[in-house]
């Protein structure tokens, strides 16, 4: 079995899949050493999404790893068109254009889902409510 050292955002990314797939992730390996593919012993933590501001609507991106689709407050009361980078925390963006209907309705609660622009072969659907 030929062996292949994964960077963490890798290892983070095929884990994700994986585990989104029903796949059982087993490690295996030791820590510390002087090889520079060896895992660093103490990681720094990976940084946590802030909190929505209060009125801010958070949307479910599916298949997700890293992604955040936030509608802002002022967007919803702007009540206008809005094109979201759903970015976040993953290692490329995707795009979710809203209309400006559309933006009221989530403002209002009402359930809408909507599909991200393709990238790395994959897209993302975003609801929110």
Do not use: Y
Request: neutral net charge.
């Amino acid at each position: 079995m030929m062996k292949r050292d994964f960077s963490r955002r890798e290892f983070t990314a095929a884990s994700v899949m994986a585990l989104l797939a029903g796949v059982t992730v087993t490690l295996s390996g030791c820590g510390g050493g002087s090889n520079p593919g060896s895992p660093n012993p103490n990681p720094s933590p990976t940084p946590t999404p802030a909190p929505p501001a209060s009125g801010d609507k958070v949307g479910a991106v599916s298949a997700n790893h890293g992604h955040q689709a936030t509608v802002t407050a002022a967007q919803i009361t702007a009540a206008g068109a809005v094109s979201l980078d759903i970015h976040g925390m993953a290692d490329h963006a995707h795009t979710v254009e809203l209309s400006a209907a559309e933006v009221q309705q989530i403002g209002a609660g009402t359930r809408v889902a909507k599909p991200s622009t393709t990238n790395l072969s994959h897209d993302h659907t975003v609801t929110f409510n």
